[in-house]
């Protein structure tokens, strides 16, 4: 995928199908585990929002994650897992992120959809929605002000960490969340509740 810095029209519409081809060449017919993680945010006033970043974000954090598993289906199987990368901001208002939350409630939709067609064949899909994760995405809580804004919406009093949210993709990934699918877990440390 392009760095987000690139412009929108170096973001061609069959990256994931290009990504797509590229694991087929890796993993051959056989893909048991997918996690899409790629996303952007850019905080913007809703007046201040322009056109071009809204549509960056909509490439990468839905069309991409979309177009990947459908241009990956034939490879997963029986007890295969599809993990999508939701966000707290899909289901709460946290700060200047209107057209990122929009984003990954378009996220959070599809998961239901995929895993009522992809159940039959005994593939689970689900999502994971982090909240304020220690990552270059969340370097306003590196700030004190930031830092106290997040841990003044959380229950647990801390930051995230990316291991936070990896231990929980790999339990939706593993067979002992074999029963789990069309969910989305909420990863925030009880943020906003």
């Known amino acids: 995928m392009p760095t987000p810095s690139a412009p929108i029209s170096a973001r061609p519409p069959d990256g994931a199908h290009k990504l797509a081809a590229e694991v087929r060449k890796l993993v051959g017919a056989r893909l048991d585990i997918l996690v899409a993680n790629a996303g952007i945010a850019t ?5 201040d929002q322009t056109v071009e970043e809204f549509d960056r974000m909509f490439a990468v954090n839905v069309r991409a994650p979309f177009f990947l598993v459908q241009q990956l289906l034939p490879l997963p ?15 709460a208002s946290v700060g200047l992120l209107p057209a ?43 700030s004190e002000e930031g830092r106290q804004f997040t841990l003044g919406m959380q229950a647990l009093q801390r ?22 699918t069309g969910d989305t877990v909420q990863v925030g440390g009880g943020s906003k509740l």
Not at 43 to 47: D, H, L, R
Not at 77 to 91: F, N, P, T, Y
């Open 77 to 91: 199987g029986e007890g295969s897992s599809v993990v999508l990368l939701s966000s707290l901001a899909a289901r």
């Open 100 to 142: 990122y939350a929009a984003t990954k409630g378009a996220v959070d939709t599809p998961v239901k959809h995929f895993a009522a067609l992809l159940g039959p064949r005994g593939i689970r899909v689900n999502a994971v929605a982090p909240g304020v994760i220690d990552t270059d995405m969340s370097k306003f809580a590196r």
């Open 43 to 47: 905080a913007a006033k809703i007046e």
């Open 159 to 180: 930051i995230g960490h990316p291991d936070d949210v990896a231990d929980v993709v790999g339990f939706l990934a593993s067979d002992s969340a074999r029963w789990v």
